[in-house]
């Protein structure tokens, strides 16, 4: 029998870093690009084997785990068999593949977490819940990030919007009724979160009012950005973003190839635009009026120097999970 368990990728809509200390976040899972694994049975006493298809590696549990690409599954594998006795140590083969690009703010790391977590869950026959398999991978964000908010796994977990505030619980919202059309721009240069979140702290430290300022108010863009979205209000929406990024630039975390997709994105009609998750590289993410709209906003992000542009959606929820054949 073969498990699949799938997950999607994620964007911050608002909130990102800000979210760290405390304040609320909106944050949904994309329709594209996504994760997924495979696993299955064989035969009892041979090794485990994790193979993480695009960086071509295999690995045992039992041998060196300190590669970066292997330690958080190491981390992950451990918190899955404490809390599912039932998953042997040994006797099964776990694919792994995902489509996202990583370090650049759509949850790579929580998403091939989330989907491993499922597929070797349904191998073994067991249900995963989506908090269990938010929980699982927070784990192993916390090897890839040190503090993370958990706002990367919880999106991805629960496969749909949320309002993530660290330490409550995370408030599931109902995407609006229309479509919601979104432009992704990579910037090409990938960013570590961690050294981008631990640069805000040091430089809070030096100046706590200023940011503590700053933050609370991008929790209040936040707050008033959760009722643009669940009614649809989308050019309200994309204001409240545009306010957002001028926040982020402020902490000091946008960039010059940030800053021109941006512009790109702006200057094609998009209805807001802004970086989404640590910046400095990763992602830029565009809100559009509509589809023709999101077409000309990828075109513009193409033609600003993207590494990569794509249109997508927002995820309501019911196409993600563990599978069984
Ligand atoms: O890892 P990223 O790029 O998706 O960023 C996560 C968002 C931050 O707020 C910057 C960090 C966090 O832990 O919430």
């Known amino acids: 029998m073969t498990a699949a368990g799938k997950a999607p990728s994620k964007l911050i809509l608002l909130g990102e870093h800000s979210v760290v200390y405390g304040q609320p976040a909106i944050a949904v899972p994309l329709r594209r690009p996504s994760a997924e694994a495979l696993a299955h049975k064989t035969s009892s006493g041979s090794p485990a084997v994790l193979c993480l298809r695009d960086f071509d590696l295999d690995w045992s549990p039992g041998e060196d785990d300190s590669a970066p690409e292997i330690r958080p599954f190491a981390e992950l594998l451990k918190a899955l068999r404490a809390r599912h006795s039932e998953i042997p140590e040994k006797g099964w083969k776990l694919e792994v593949r995902s489509d996202i690009p990583i370090g650049c703010g759509l949850g790579s790391g929580a998403a091939v977490s989330v989907a491993a977590v499922g597929a070797l869950c349904a191998c073994h026959g067991l249900g995963c819940g989506r908090r269990a398999a938010s929980e699982l991978a927070y784990e192993a964000e916390k090897v890839h990030h040190g503090t993370p908010s958990g706002v990367d796994n ?42 981008v979140v631990s640069d805000v702290a040091k430089a809070r430290e030096a100046d706590a009012p200023k940011y503590d300022a700053i933050f609370s108010e991008m929790g209040r863009i936040a707050r008033d950005g959760l009722s643009a979205f669940r009614l649809g209000r989308f050019p309200d929406l ?23 997709l941006i512009t790109a994105a702006r200057a094609a009609g998009a209805l807001g635009a802004k970086l989404s998750g640590a910046g400095r590289g990763g992602c830029m993410a565009a809100l559009a009026a509509d589809g023709e709209s999101a077409r000309r906003i990828r075109g513009a992000l193409e033609a600003a120097g993207a590494s990569k542009a794509f249109t997508t959606g927002i995820l309501r929820g019911e196409e993600c999970g563990a599978s069984s054949a």
Do not use: W
Not at 157 to 183: C, I, Q, Y
Not at 238 to 260: A, F, T
């Open 238 to 260: 994309g204001r409240l973003m545009d306010c957002n990024q001028g926040l982020l630039e402020l902490i000091g975390v946008s960039s010059p190839e940030l800053k021109k």
């Open 154 to 195: 919880t999106v991805i977990a629960m496969g749909r919007p949320v309002l993530f505030k660290k330490g409550s619980e995370p408030e599931l919202v109902d995407p609006p009724r229309a479509p919601v059309h979104l432009v992704v721009g990579y910037t090409g240069r990938r960013h570590k979160t961690s050294e």
